[in-house]
């Protein structure tokens, strides 16, 4: 029997950055995934404050509110309810508070789907509502590490080469990969446990916050094109590929997509260009919001990934992407500057995994691989993407299996995946 990696109380990083918001903001939706640890944050924002979780997954409570969203919304600062979209209309009772009074901090919200696929209510707090996204956990969380690695990256990526030598090995790796981040997946002692668990939370998510979003009449086809987009995770999105393979019309696989990124299954990543980049590519790239969950999907293990299987190799590529793509956008949701996200493609095949931007337009580059070299090859889309943005261009980082990091050429670095979340 294995370890589970999850032990003790985990400190949410995005617990800091509620309470630094609550001093600007009149409301702050905690969205994310269902399970992802919203609830245990809303409890500590609630206890905090001396006030009570209102729980709108539970039955009563949810009647109650039915019958009279005011009642619920009226109360000391902040008023905390948990699930607002079990009943929608309590955002138009938490609007009709606001008028009266627009103070920062009154209200903290959870939900598990997106505040934009709420039916009829979904403007009802535009410009009042802050959200703040709950990813299952990073590496430095699980760890009880205090990750900077996106601070300093978009400080000054120089900052992150150092003497220090990674000793991750390549079978840790794997077993970060294939657990993933999700709270309760990660208290799971076997393979066979996270197994029962993902069906479990495939289902429930299926069974009732997508069903909510949207009566479907082919409910059994979500999970199977759950799959196949788990088949597309790090890669350009193909939603007509995914439809047809699941025996659905385009238009239909995009409404069904859409509603699966809506419960926080996946998530796009826009590419970055504008129309002066005649050149580059303007499709989004797809990637699971966790790689524990792809990799239920794939049917893939540690065991298989430490094989040198060339189709197993190709699937670990794809997974180490999206794995670090979304540690990277984890520690961006915490700071207090706005950055964007976005992927670099040119028509050429030059790309970049991810590109993030700062406020004033500073852009730096990562590009993912999962060997333990990097070959002079290897920089050609950081190259391309340093040619684009010029001026604006602080450094792109090529993060690797290997050990050592060093500069490589003018602003481009090589660094370990591992110093994601080691010091």
Known sequence: METPRLKGEVRRRASDTVGTRLADEP????????????????????STAGQERIDLDDSDTKIAVESDPPLFARGPSPVCIDEYQRVPAILDAIKAELNKDLRPGRFVLTGSTTYESL????QSLTG?????????????????VHETFVEQLLD????????????????????????????????RSTGAARTRWFNDLIELIVTRDVMELSRIRQRHILPHLLRRLATQTAQTLVVASASESVGIDKSTGENYTQLLESAFLIHRLPAWG???HARVSKRPKVHMIDTGLASHLLR????????????????????????????????????????????????????????????????????VKSAVSVPKAEFRGLRKLREMAGDAFLGGVVMYMGQRSYTYDDRLHVIPIDRLWKP
Not at 119 to 122: D, E, Q
């Open 27 to 46: 409301v702050i939706a905690l969205h994310g995934i269902r399970t992802a640890g919203k609830s245990t944050l809303l409890d500590q924002v609630a």
């Open 119 to 122: 039916p009829l209510t979904a």
């Open 128 to 144: 009042r509502l802050h959200r703040v996204i709950v990813w299952p956990f990073s590496q430095g969380e699980i760890d009880s």
């Open 156 to 187: 000054d990526p120089t900052q992150l080469v150092s003497n220090s030598m990674s000793t991750t090995s390549r079978e840790e790796y794997m077993e970060r990969i294939t657990h993933g981040g999700m709270p309760l997946a990660l208290t």
């Open 274 to 276: 504008n129309s002066a």
């Open 300 to 367: 893939i293990t540690p065991e298989k990934l430490v094989r040198r299987n060339p189709a197993v190799l190709t699937e670990l590529g794809h997974l180490l992407e999206t794995f670090v793509v979304n540690e990277i956008l984890k520690q961006a949701s915490w700071l207090d500057q706005p950055v964007t996200a976005e992927h670099f493609r040119t028509r050429d095949d030059e790309e970049a995994d991810l590109v993030l931007e700062r406020d004033d337009g500073g852009i730096v580059g990562v590009e």
